[in-house]
Structure formats: structure tokens, C-alpha cells
């Protein structure tokens, strides 16, 4: 991806993301690289490592949106966000505004990549469901017997309901298949629910709609955290985060 002076390279290294930066950051190219980086992250990942050599800093405060990344990674799916930079101008940068203190970063992407294989023990589970009616009452099944497996009995009921809501707006009102992800770390489960419409979710409050349409109000009153973020593809991943004992 390009836009203006920068270009965006993204490639896999097992479950990891390996973003590479050529060009200038700053104010004229921060959204798409904003964008870009969301993009990485909805399609979870174990980790978004952002490579940096190749760039220059054209407006400091442009490289906050590192730091943004690594707060929405930290709700959800709570994968590592990392930075990788050799010394020089850019990481004198990252020194002086304390961004190196919030995301971590290392010298090269081989040290980055290394660092993921320290990070605490994960759980996760996926289920592919049809644009069908069926499918809310396959989603709660599956999270009822993961959450057992699992054994986070506290999270089982708000992560049915979750599930439920989510998969019904995608197959029902997006019209679209989903992809039902359950993650576990920590004692914090993200359930994400990708499907192929592109249209944000809306929350609507209870007695707007005549029927149904009511799902992300759920989500919104039950969820410690919650979002969506565009995909590669076109679609969207929504996300929402319980946590055992919150």
C-alpha cells in the first residue's frame, strides 16, 4: 500500500504480522498508516511488528499512532505490538518522546520475533458459520463448550449472549458468513466475529428498533471493551472483551 510519500509492505512470518515502512511519517501520510495498521490487527495476529529503518520522521507527534496500536492491541485480541529500528535519527526520536517506553522495541524484526515467543500462555478457538439463521445457536454451543474446556465457567453465560448477538448481525443483518474467534489470556477472553460487510456496526438503544437490531447494545452493556476494525478483504472484525473476576 502507498499513500503520498510512504508505502506500507506487510508480510507473515508464522503467525506474526511483519509491517515494513518506506518513506516519510507525518501528518499527511498518519491516517493511512493508521489504517494500515488496524487492518494488521483485525486480522489477528500473534503480533504486528512494525519495522522502521526505512523511514524518516517528517512531524514527531505522527508517531503517536504506534502508540494507539499498541493501546487497541492491549484490548484486543491482547497480541504484541513492537517496534523495530536501528539506531539513528528515528530511534533517537522514539528515545526522547518515551514511545520506546510504551511499545516495546528492538534493534532488528528477528529480535522482535524472538521476543513473542515470551509472551504468556494463549488460548484460541475458531469456528466458520454460514449466513444461515441456525447459525446464533451454533455460535452459543461452541463458546458454552470452549468456556468449559477452558474452564472460565464465570465468563460462559456474557460469552454466549456476546456470540450470539455478534454472529446474528453478521448472517442476519449483514447477510454475510462469519468467522467466530474465541481468544483466552490471562484470564481475559476477547470473541471476535469477522464477516463480509463493510458497514460499521451501529448501536442502537433498546425500543429504537422494532425488531432486533438491538445486538451492540448488548455487547455495549455486558463487554468490559468493544470495537470492530475494517479488513483486508473489504469486511469488518467486531470484538468484545470480558474478563474473569471484572
Sequence with gaps: MTSSSLTV??????????????????LRTGQHLRSALLKCLADEPSGVIVELDGTTV???????????????????????????????????????????????????????????????????????????????????????????AWDVDGLRQDACLIASELVENAVQHGRSRARLRLDLCRGVLTISVRDDAPAPPVRRTVGTAPTGGRGVFIVDVIARAWGYAPTWAGGKVVWAVLADGA
Excluded at 507473515?12 to 511483519?18: E, K, R, Y
Excluded at 530511534?91 to 528477528?110: G, H, I, K, N, Q
Design 58 to 148: 517528517g512531524a514527531p507527534i505522527a508517531l503517536n499512532t504506534f502508540g494507539m496500536l499498541a493501546r487497541r492491541a492491549a484490548e484486543w485480541p491482547g497480541v504484541l505490538v513492537a517496534l523495530a529500528v536501528s539506531d539513528g535519527t528515528v530511534r533517537d526520536l522514539l528515545r526522547r518522546t518515551a514511545l520506546d517506553r510504551t511499545v516495546p522495541t528492538f534493534s532488528t524484526v528477528a529480535e522482535a520475533i524472538r521476543a513473542l515467543g515470551t509472551m504468556p500462555e494463549r488460548h484460541n478457538a475458531v469456528m466458520e458459520l454460514p449466513a444461515e439463521v441456525s447459525s446464533p445457536a451454533q455460535a452459543r454451543r461452541f463458546v458454552n463448550d470452549t468456556c468449559t
Design 9 to 26: 509492505d506487510v508480510t507473515q512470518h508464522g503467525h506474526a504480522t511483519i509491517v515494513r515502512l518506506s518513506g516519510e511519517i507525518g
